[in-house]
């Protein structure tokens, strides 16, 4: 493979600076039913409350931003489930550039909805057949001369991403652990960089679905490994490798990777529902659920939790809720 250079924490800096005045300092949560529960004291990082819904307008905003101005003017592609779409799309309406999303046929309705509304153009594939998002995202590029921002497998979309954690750190001090949900790796990655500059003696815990958890093997192995696309509730890490760029950070910064269910993601929902008063998406509940239901031993620590993003489709919340 080719020599790629990977981000640092100068460049989560960089980040934080271009987001100044564009992406929200979100709030930083908690509860002391919670700490009762898992004998732990838990910071929630509220990225539900991030612009476009989700952590991913950092990483995304920041892509755009460093991008020239001939490269502007020929707009950018990228394909996601959802958040990362959004984000690209709203980032590219208060930056003047087209956007087009390669977007699963299932994705949800909301994220849909939003993605179009933010102006991104959208471009459907079916995700569990013969379709193949990278190829279909190439050829837009090489039609229109575009530029490819990938969801998590970009430099500047992970630095962008490492600024959640670094405002955690900067707000509630020193932890002994950070908690963050793994897709492709672009979020982890990031707060890994942040946490090894902010608070170097954290363990950092990486948080997959059971039925998608190549993050894990791979962390395990020492190499990527590649799974077919998962099915889980938790839509925005169906990613089924880590990236280049995202890999060799987690193997070297990450602590451990783990994984929940389906189940003890909808009791997480409900659990932020009634006692948080607050909508967490299942893939955002993936961090919060780790430390609840107890996939990682964290009694008598204090502990960060990364809560990714709060876009659901409103019926399906009260479904999740209701059962």
């Given at each position: 493979?080719t020599?790629i250079?990977l981000?640092t924490?100068?460049?989560v800096l960089a980040?934080a600076g271009c987001?100044a005045?564009h992406a929200h300092?979100t709030?930083v ?6 700490n009762e529960?898992?004998?732990?004291q838990?910071?929630?990082k ?8 989700a952590f ?7 892509a755009?931003s460093?991008?020239g101005?001939?490269?502007?003017a ?7 489930s ?10 590219g309406?208060l930056?003047g ?5 390669v ?5 949800p ?16 594939y079916d995700?569990?057949?013969?379709d193949?998002r990278?190829a279909?995202a ?8 575009a530029?490819?921002i990938?969801?998590?497998?970009h430099?500047d979309?992970?630095?962008g991403q490492?600024?959640a954690?670094k ?7 020193p932890l002994d652990a950070l908690i ?5 790796g ?10 090894a500059?902010?608070a170097?003696?954290?363990?950092v815990i ?12 791979s962390?395990?192995s ?15 890490a169906l990613?089924?490798y ?18 929940v269910s389906?189940?003890q993601l909808?009791?997480?929902m ?6 948080m008063k607050?909508?967490v998406?299942?893939?955002?509940c ?7 239901e107890?996939?990682c031993d964290i009694k ?5 939790v ?13 479904k999740f809720?209701a059962?």
């Open positions: 493979m020599s250079s981000p924490y100068d460049d980040a987001l005045g300092r709030p949560l908690t509860s002391r039913t919670a529960r898992t004998g732990a838990l910071f929630f509220a990225e539900n409350f991030q612009r476009a819904g991913k307008f950092r990483g995304a905003y920041n755009i460093a991008l101005a001939d490269a502007r020929r707009g950018v592609v990228t394909f996601s959802g958040n990362h779409a959004q984000a690209l799309a709203a980032a309406g930056l550039v087209s956007v087009t999303i977007m699963p046929q299932d994705a309705a909301i994220k849909r909805a939003a993605t179009a509304a933010y102006g991104g153009e959208i471009v459907l995700r569990y057949g013969s193949s990278d279909i190439g050829r837009i590029c090489a039609e229109r001369g530029t490819l990938p969801p998590y497998d430099p979309v992970i630095a490492g600024t954690a405002e955690l750190f900067e707000d509630v001090g963050v949900c793994l897709g492709g672009g979020l982890l990655a990031g707060s890994a960089l942040s946490a500059a902010l170097p003696d954290a363990q990486g948080v997959e679905p059971e039925a998608g958890n190549d993050g894990q093997q962390f395990r020492g190499q990527i490994v590649r799974i077919g696309v998962p099915k889980s509730i938790a839509d925005g990613t089924p880590l990236g280049d760029y995202t890999f060799p950070i987690i193997r070297r910064l990450v602590t451990d990777i783990v994984t389906d189940a909808v009791a997480t409900r659990f932020f529902a009634e006692r607050m909508v998406e299942p893939t955002g993936l961090a919060a659920a780790a430390a609840l107890g996939a008598g620590k204090r502990v960060g990364l809560l990714s993003g709060g876009n659901v489709d409103l019926p399906a919340f009260a809720i059962d």
